[in-house]
């Protein structure tokens, strides 16, 4: 599952934490990325954290989706 | 080349041979990690589904595929307790409901699902957890493609880098690619424009003269990679040799779980019988994982052998290069 | 006991006529039910819809809707994508033994409030109870019947050259609304199932225009299998434009994190309608002037080269094949 869309670190408990992605929240495992904190942007795959994005990278990537979103789609 | 079965999708689905000038010619690798499992694994992993009390936990894409008699479909139809879990955090979550039973994690995946499969097993030891079992059938990727560069079967001219698998391991292990060969590398994203930029760097490269390792995907990739799950891998797994469907035995691209975490390794703790492997006639998985051919040079292609029908493995997985061109690209990209 | 379904609840006894007079007459009152004859006996002149179905999704309640809901806006839909008005249904249980009577409850009222918002009546009904484990809590059979009005002529078949494709609202609300509830999926959202009872819409369309040639709703297989569909039985292309396709961003997220295509995945309150070019602008206008058609979008045309075929023009210009929808939807690996 090559996720593209970073997802928002909202919660941390421990070593897992709620993640935000377009609306969906979902629990994911920080084992891989113990530096995430809450607000930081993680990449995705099967479940885990497999890296911290850059914030304006990111925030960036998301514009563009948003964008992509808008063009057509998103009408919810 | 590029070398990600997420790539691949991607490259067919935004039909991206479409847009490209007729100069440049994409071919697609063995990186989907279902395609490029051998049938020898596959069988393993059935006969296991076959074993009594066991429970097998897998990513979707397995149980379609077609292995030398049968498939876990097939396997579960006749009773085996096959399960499609997204994470191994289920799988784990599995094995502490069902204490009765065994359950056995089919390790499909290169660098990107090691370590999340090498941390399911320290999760495991951590919890005494004592009916948790791992099948590894991992792969690793830059002793794949040295294979296939040493091959001299396909001349390559850039190399698109699998973007998550180098988010974990970082761009420095593609650099003999680009010394040894002289052939550029970049590492890209999976939208349709992270594609074409990272082409358009791979071209400045080649008409340059240059040959370096470049990152495109910078929101994702670092140059070192993630040292915490590269530590966490290694911590459960050592190298070993492989057999990549369609390319052999290729030294050192294989994982196996380590003699500390072996009371996890499914291997050595059921005793199977998975028959003789058996390659279908007429099937060139194999030639089209290695850049050799493309799904139309395939006699089978989209007459026996369809999703529906798959005969080899790159007509299941969604990232294989047959179901991506048959899905997206079969009347525009022959 | 008495809070649960028991097996002498559907053997016909004294029992069973307590759980019919109590729970389901009470809940449909209407004259025809409440003879408790045989059959239903009704007066009709005109052509007749008769359509039937089966409700076995799990779980049985989720954000947006349950089993009951989904069997009459089900039902209510066949008809109404033949241009029927509908008016009656019939309601068959097979429960589970066990299933806590609570739970039948607040079914039946959702049974009650969907019949009462589509304006049509349960005549008949039948209820069997099987030994638990013999089905999966609740399983709903239906037939509907409709009248369809005298200048109405809707059909599969209809699609004519140069026809336009609009299609109600987003895609892919219901399947990841019900998918969030599965075990072993963890994630949670706001997202509800856009279940709902599209006959008025349909009525609205077809007072602004007679030339609608085919309504279809999208239900099992996605907007992508419906279009193959009515493609084949018209014989003639389909040509679509993924921008003009409404998703809502949390549908995109759950495909996008769970590795599926918006475009298979079920709707059960949504519908296709194609209909001539000159009508199309007037009836999408209507149609956004229901609350059940407020997103409504042209997403494109009939054409004639690829007959049988659905074909889409990407965000980036390219093309892509829709294909059908093969097996369940299969989330991908890297």
Same mark, same amino acid.
């Given at each position: ?76 | ?11 067919? $689905? ?29 069988? *393993?992993?059935? @006969? ?20 030398? $008699? ?13 399960? #499609? ?8 979550? #599995? ?5 009765? *039973? ?11 699902? @090691? ?14 957890? $004592? ?101 966490? #891998? @290694? ?9 990549? $469907? ?68 790159? #007509? ?19 | ?71 009459? =806006? ?26 806590? &009577? ?5 079914? /039946? ?40 009005? &005298? ?29 969030? &509830? ?100 007037? /009836? ?49 690996? =890297?």
């Amino acid at each position: 599952m090559c996720l593209a869309i970073p997802a928002l670190i909202k919660s941390i408990e421990g070593k897992e934490a709620e993640a935000e992605i377009g609306g969906i929240i979902r629990r994911v495992s920080l084992w891989l990325t113990p530096e995430a904190e809450v607000g930081d942007y993680v990449l995705l795959h099967t479940g885990y954290a497999i890296n911290v994005l850059d914030q304006e990278e990111a925030e960036e990537t998301l514009r563009l989706l948003e964008e992509i979103a808008e063009m057509g789609g998103d009408k919810g | 080349m590029e070398f990600c079965g997420g790539h691949t999708a991607t490259i067919f $689905r935004y039909g991206i041979r479409q847009i490209l000038p007729s100069t440049i010619e994409m071919v697609s690798g063995p990186g989907c990690p279902i395609c490029v499992t051998a049938n020898a694994d596959l069988d *393993k992993a059935i @006969a296991l589904a076959h074993v009594s009390d066991v429970i097998i936990a897998t990513f979707g894409d397995m149980i379609k595929v077609p292995g030398s $008699r049968s498939s876990l479909q097939q396997a579960k139809a006749d009773g085996a307790d096959v399960r #499609m879990v997204y994470s191994t955090m289920d799988a784990i979550k #599995m094995a502490e409901g069902n204490p009765t *039973k065994s359950v056995i994690f089919l390790g499909i995946g290169f660098e990107t699902t @090691a370590p999340t499969i090498a941390t399911s097993v320290i999760q495991a030891e951590d919890k005494r957890l $004592r009916n948790y079992y791992v099948l590894s059938l991992h792969k690793l990727c830059p002793p794949v493609i040295r294979a296939i560069l040493d091959s001299g079967e396909v001349k390559l001219h850039g190399l698109i880098c699998p973007g998550h698998v180098s988010a974990i391991i970082g761009s420095h292990p593609w650099e003999f690619i680009a010394r040894d060969y002289g052939i550029p590398c970049v590492v890209s994203g999976f939208e349709p424009l992270d594609i074409l930029q990272c082409v358009d760097m791979l071209v400045d490269q080649i008409e340059s003269g240059e040959s370096k390792v470049e990152i495109a995907y910078r929101r994702g990739v670092r140059p070192e990679g993630n040292q915490q799950a590269l530590k966490l #891998m @290694a911590q459960v797994f050592e190298p070993c040799p492989a057999t990549w $469907r369609g390319i052999g035995e290729v030294t050192d691209s294989g994982l196996k779980i380590r003699k500390e975490y072996q009371h996890f390794d499914a291997e050595l703790a059921f005793d199977i019988d998975p028959g003789l492997p058996y390659e279908p006639s007429g099937c060139i998985c194999g030639d089209i994982l290695r850049g050799v051919k493309t799904p139309f040079d395939c006699q089978l292609f989209a007459k026996a052998c369809t999703p529906q029908y798959p005969v080899g493995p790159c #007509m299941v997985s969604s990232e294989g290069s047959c179901a991506a061109c048959y899905h997206y690209g079969r009347d525009f990209e022959g | 006991m008495k809070d649960r379904i028991l097996l002498a609840h559907g053997s016909g006894g004294k029992l069973a006529h307590e759980l019919v007079e109590k729970s389901f007459l009470q809940a449909f009152t209407n004259p025809i039910l409440a003879k408790l004859d045989d059959s239903a006996v009704f007066d009709f002149s005109g052509r007749l819809a008769f359509t039937t179905d089966s409700y076995v999704v799990s779980p049985i309640f989720f954000p947006g809707g349950d089993i009951g809901k989904l069997a009459v =806006c089900g039902t209510v839909n066949d008809l109404a994508m033949s241009g029927a008005q509908p008016l009656y249904l019939s309601l068959s249980f097979i429960i589970e033994e066990g299933l806590p &009577q609570s739970e039948l409850g607040q079914i /039946v009222d959702s049974i009650q409030n969907a019949a009462k918002e589509a304006g049509v009546k349960i005549a008949t009904g039948d209820t069997k109870v099987v030994n638990r484990g013999s089905a999966d809590k609740l399983f709903i059979n239906t037939a509907g019947i409709g009248i369809i009005p &005298q200048r109405v002529d809707i059909s599969g078949s209809n699609a004519t050259l140069g026809d336009r494709v609009l299609l109600s609202g987003p895609i892919g609300d219901h399947g990841i609304a019900v998918l969030s &509830q599965r075990e072993g999926l963890c994630f949670s959202t706001q997202l509800e199932s856009d279940c709902a009872p599209l006959n008025s819409l349909v009525a609205e369309m077809l007072e602004t225009s007679p030339n609608i040639h085919c309504l279809r709703d999208p239900t099992r297989g996605g907007l992508a299998t419906t279009l193959n569909e009515l493609a084949k039985q018209s014989k003639v292309s389909i040509r679509i434009e993924e921008e003009k396709i409404p998703v809502r961003k949390e549908v995109l997220a759950a495909c996008e994190m769970l590795g599926f295509d918006p475009l298979y995945i079920a709707n059960e309150g949504k519908l296709v309608a194609i209909l001539s070019a000159e009508d199309a602008d007037r /009836v999408f206008k209507a149609m956004r002037e229901n609350p059940y058609g407020k997103d409504a979008s042209i997403i494109g045309e009939v054409r004639a080269e690829h007959p049988g075929r659905v074909v889409m023009k990407t965000c980036l210009g390219t093309s892509r094949i829709v294909d059908m929808l093969v097996g369940d939807p299969l989330p991908r690996i =890297c």
